[in-house]
């Protein structure tokens, strides 16, 4: 989709007014029992007459472009309607009135997308509230939600917002299978292979990476190896995962109301998921207490479990499990929480967004236990960045030549995989 021409405040005035025009001339409770199509097009209809008879300087594009706003703006959600539409951009962010970015491919750029002033982008906020029953004001200044499309929406507005509304979603439209990430080179078939033997196999997995690395999108690849006879149970601030499988339920955290009540937290979740007789539970992220309960239920019945974590390496990954568990209350000695970590958590898959975009699986490390008081981290497969090319980072995946000890365990499931995947040297990129 190409971008729209810039926007001036002459036409963002116009705007204004005829929108206001159509707004005031339009009777859209006397059609709310007409089919959608008929009210689209006689809004449509109206836009077009107004147009021709707003500003005599506004060119023929710019009537046809102020036609499709006036649309946008009824029935829509403003400038960011085309963005919405448009499937190949991941993040949306809104700083000001005229101050958009979106990102593609992992780069984001400018847009020349803009709201007339603060007040415009301040109601399609609240518009974007009130779609998934929401409400955002000075009493409730902040609001997080899930788009009936699986987009996330974060909004601030002031007094928290110093400088005025600001906006973030997160589009979530795509969805990979595995394939395509061995097509777009987030990994190589051989460490695929690994991963799909261990997810197979109920190897309890952790995938750790930092803010859009692509966490939950290899979860969502990866939970595709899941056998369909098994019944999962997923456990999600925002649901993001989109399992293939016939026997999913889904859990959803819920925040306070406006009065402050109301709240369900992960923990509380992970804890009734153990109740629905689960085969596995996936938690969209660890990021609390509820990392206690979701190591529990690894180590009582439930391997293959699978989670996400906020952290630059899979050791720092182990070291927020930790912290997460100590804020469960429970004053746990720290011998025995790496215990139950390293028991629980057998592969890390770490992820990371490299130079110029690129998302890549950047580690694959068994958990072999603790040592000297130390995480004993065993790296499998890594990926080794050579260069930059037009600023983009290139790089190639080695195999450590270390063959992992959850071999036997995916053995004993019938599950054999070659040991010459694991020789030390380069991976190949492709069987």
């Not at 005829?18 to 199509?37: K, S, W």
């Not at 979860?219 to 997923?234: C, D, H, W, Y």
């Not at 100590?326 to 629980?344: C, E, H, M, N, W």
């Not at 930059?388 to 992992?404: I, K, Q, S, Y």
């Amino acid at each position: 989709m190409t971008a729209r021409p810039p926007t001036d405040h002459r036409y963002q005035g116009v705007k204004a007014e005829t929108h206001r025009r159509l707004v005031g001339q339009f009777d859209l409770t006397a059609l709310a029992a007409a089919p959608p199509d008929r009210v689209r097009r006689e809004a449509r209809a109206l836009a077009a007459s107004l147009a021709r008879s707003a500003d005599a300087l506004l060119s023929d594009a710019d009537r046809d472009r102020l036609v499709d706003d006036l649309m946008d703006e009824v029935f829509g959600l403003g400038p960011l309607e085309p963005l919405l539409a448009d499937p190949t951009v991941t993040d949306i962010l809104v700083n000001g009135p005229h101050a958009v970015y979106v990102e593609r491919a992992g780069v984001l750029t400018a847009h020349p997308a803009a709201f007339a002033d603060a007040e415009h982008l301040l109601r399609v906020i609240q518009r974007l509230a009130a779609r998934v029953g929401r409400r955002v004001d000075t009493a409730s200044p902040m609001v997080d939600a899930r788009l009936p499309d699986g987009s996330r929406v974060n909004a601030v507005i002031p007094p928290l917002a110093l400088d005025g509304p600001v906006l973030s979603v997160r589009r979530f439209g795509t969805r990979f299978a595995p394939a395509d990430l061995v097509a777009n080179g987030t990994l190589p078939p051989a460490v695929l292979a690994v991963l799909r033997a261990a997810v197979t196999g109920r190897v309890s997995l952790l995938v750790s990476g930092g803010t859009g690395s692509g966490k939950t999108t290899l979860l969502n690849a990866l939970s595709a190896f899941i056998p369909a006879t098994e019944r999962l149970v997923t456990v999600e601030d925002t649901a993001e995962l989109r399992l293939r499988q016939p026997h999913v339920v889904r859990l959803e955290t819920r925040p306070a109301n406006a009065e402050g009540v109301g709240e369900v937290r992960p923990r509380e979740l992970v804890r009734n998921a153990l109740r629905m007789r689960p085969d596995r539970i996936l938690v969209g992220e660890c990021r609390g207490p509820e990392a206690l309960d979701m190591l529990q239920a690894m180590n009582t019945g439930h391997e293959g479990s699978l989670t996400t974590v906020h952290a630059n390496t899979p050791r720092d990954a182990l070291a927020r499990l930790e912290v997460m568990v100590a804020t469960a209350g429970l004053d746990l000695p720290l011998p025995v929480v790496r215990r139950s970590i390293t028991s629980a958590v057998r592969l890390v898959v770490q992820t990371a967004r490299l130079a110029g975009g690129p998302r890549r699986v950047v580690a694959v490390a068994e958990v072999a236990g603790v040592r000297r008081g130390r995480y004993a981290v065993r790296t499998i497969f890594r990926f080794k960045q050579t260069g930059l090319t037009d600023g983009v980072a290139v790089g190639h995946f080695e195999a450590t030549g270390r063959v992992p000890r959850f071999l036997t365990r995916l053995a004993a499931a019938g599950i054999d995989l070659p040991r010459d995947l694991f020789t030390k040297g380069l991976v190949p990129r492709a069987d």
